[in-house]
């Protein structure tokens, strides 16, 4: 008996073990179904999330900061020897003396030729006004080009301003005659109408007190009536049945009146009557010149926002148009500038020559030894443009002359020095150079520049190649050079700006307008037009794949 008890649990306990968690089929197969789309759900998010990253451009980003551009150049060019050393002079000086005749040797600091030292004295000073002149020139070049874009920038702002006037006022000002002129109508409507149900109210109580006044005057003589006439007679019967008539009438007469003071008190309705009916007409005349005034107001109000809108867009073409001739005229001014250095030079060299002749009373010395190759004669005057003597330097000096491109030459002048690389017996030479001399732009838009080599040895016709690096002035806000973009509508950057979306926070790719100051071949110096750009902003400077104006980036680890 034990041991049949012990089969029975251990089959039942058996069965237990293989019955499985969830017993109902059907409550399993919605547990295999709801566990299947969680995980499609898990794959599909995985899948947009790779696929997305892989729509969204990836890309580099920088900020603006403070930096030095460096100017490059190099100049391919040829050694020369150098021509014979020159000396100008001013036009007009008269030669009093000629000290060394042509073809004659002569030694560093010899005397050449001798002139007046007043006139030489009146020729410097010449000079000098003519270099404080020059120097003013440059200081004020360009001064007034920001002017027309300041200008332009203030009639925007003020046309802006004129704008947000007019859509902040709303017109009711034109018609606040016309609605008080409404208002009072109203309250005379008003007023008219307590006074209209006053009368009739008036009306009706006098009418009452009248009716009753009436009634105890007749009953009065009734009752009067049929006392004096004898009991039981015809003339009795008579005056009380007149007596019962005059109460009976009376009494319904005055039921009459109170009925009608009663409705008088509750009445609302006085729109036939006279006087409601005109002040009625007064409430509608003013009401519909109120609506009249208003639509005429709505048009010229919009007639106003439109011209108003249409002075906002001229507005700021003007102030491109200013921007992009600001833009021309910088350029110009630089040209102008570079002209008035080179000018500014060559009259500091005369006046330089000129205190050296007063320096040596009135001689003009040789600056280097060698043979006169020309000199003017005794009584003759100088000319504009024509040496007055030139020596040679027995072939001692060499010089390379190259062409740079316009654009490059304005970031050199005249004393900049460099790295001159040439081959000379099968092996590079290099040695450091300085500029002479820039020329002004020829019709290509290329200048000559000349570098004056150190004594050496050298051989007339070999190619060289001069190497110039220039670093500029500290600018505020540089940025990669990789970051410019350009369109129809000029240069721009694309800076990240943060945008809320139902799947979280975006970087989307913003245009902000620039203007570029001065580059290098890594850096700009920019400007933006709008003061859209701080330095905490992130520049696109690189992506993986093209991105434009409003494209979704993602910034790269």
Same mark, same amino acid.
């Given at each position: ?201 008036? &009306?009706? @109580? ?8 009436? *009634? +105890?005057? #007749? =009953?009065?003589? /009734?009752?009067? !009536? %049929? ?68 639509? &005429?107001? @709505? ?8 011209? *108003? +809108?249409? #002075? =906002?867009?001229? /507005?700021?073409? !003007? %102030? ?238």
């Amino acid at each position: 008996m034990l041991v049949h008890i012990k089969e029975k649990i251990k089959d039942i306990v058996t069965d237990d073990k293989r019955k499985p968690f969830i017993s109902n089929r059907v409550q399993r197969i919605a547990i295999r179904l709801i566990s299947s789309f969680f995980a499609l759900i898990l794959l599909f998010t995985i899948v947009s999330r790779v696929s997305g990253s892989a729509a969204v451009a990836s890309v580099q980003v920088s900020t603006m900061t403070s930096g030095e551009l460096t100017a490059q150049a190099e100049i391919d060019g040829t050694i020369d020897a150098e021509d014979g050393i020159s000396i100008v002079l001013p036009e007009g000086l008269k030669v009093i003396a000629v000290n060394a005749e042509k073809g004659k040797k002569v030694n560093e600091g010899e005397a050449l030729l001798e002139f007046n030292k007043e006139a030489i004295e009146r020729e410097r000073e010449k000079l000098e006004d003519e270099i404080y002149i020059l120097n003013q020139r440059i200081s004020l070049s360009g001064t007034g080009s920001s002017d027309s874009v300041l200008e332009a920038q203030q009639a925007l702002e003020d046309a802006q301003e004129a704008y947000n006037r007019l859509t902040a006022n709303s017109g009711r000002n034109d018609c606040a005659d016309l609605e008080a002129a409404l208002t009072s109508a109203k309250n005379n409507r008003d007023r008219v109408l307590t006074t209209t149900k006053q009368a009739f109210v008036k &009306e009706a @109580e006098d009418n009452l007190k009248s009716v009753k006044e009436s *009634a +105890e005057n #007749d =009953i009065r003589l /009734a009752q009067q !009536a %049929l006392s004096k006439a004898e009991y039981g007679t015809p003339a009795y019967d008579s005056a009380l049945q007149n007596l019962e008539n005059q109460k009976k009438y009376w009494e319904n007469a005055i039921t009459e009146a109170e009925e009608k003071l009663k409705a008088e008190k509750s009445r609302t309705d006085f729109s036939n009557e006279a006087a409601v009916m005109e002040a009625q007409a007064a409430i509608d005349d003013a009401k519909n010149a109120l609506e009249s005034a208003k639509r &005429e107001s @709505e048009y010229s109000r919009e007639d106003e926002l439109y011209a *108003a +809108e249409k #002075d =906002i867009e001229a /507005a700021r073409r !003007a %102030l491109k148009k200013a921007q992009e001739q600001a833009s021309v005229s910088q350029t110009e001014t630089e040209i102008e500038i570079l002209t008035y250095k080179s000018e500014l030079s060559d009259k500091e060299k005369i006046r330089d020559t000129l205190q050296d002749i007063l320096d040596h009373d009135g001689h003009v010395t040789a600056p280097a030894s060698g043979i006169v190759l020309k000199t003017l004669e005794k009584d003759s005057k100088t000319e504009e443009d024509v040496d007055a003597v030139t020596i040679s330097r027995k072939g001692e000096g060499f010089v390379c002359k190259g062409s740079l491109e316009e654009e490059s030459a304005e970031n050199f002048s005249v004393g900049d020095t460099g790295e001159l690389s040439y081959r000379l017996d099968g092996r590079t030479q290099k040695l450091n150079a300085q500029i002479t001399s820039i020329s002004a732009p020829d019709k290509n838009k290329k200048v000559l520049v000349t570098v004056a080599l150190p004594d050496g040895t050298y051989t007339p016709g070999m190619s060289a190649q001069f190497s110039l690096s220039k670093k500029s002035e500290t600018y505020q806000n540089c940025l990669p050079l990789t970051a410019l973009r350009s369109s129809s509508d000029g240069d721009y950057i694309l800076v990240l700006r943060k945008q809320s979306t139902v799947m979280g926070t975006e970087w989307i790719a913003a245009r902000v307008d620039i203007i570029v100051r001065d580059r290098d071949s890594q850096m700009m110096n920019i400007e933006s037009t709008e003061d859209a750009l701080n330095y905490s902003d992130q520049v696109v400077t690189g992506s993986n794949k093209a991105i434009s104006e409003g494209d979704r980036v993602r910034i790269e680890d």
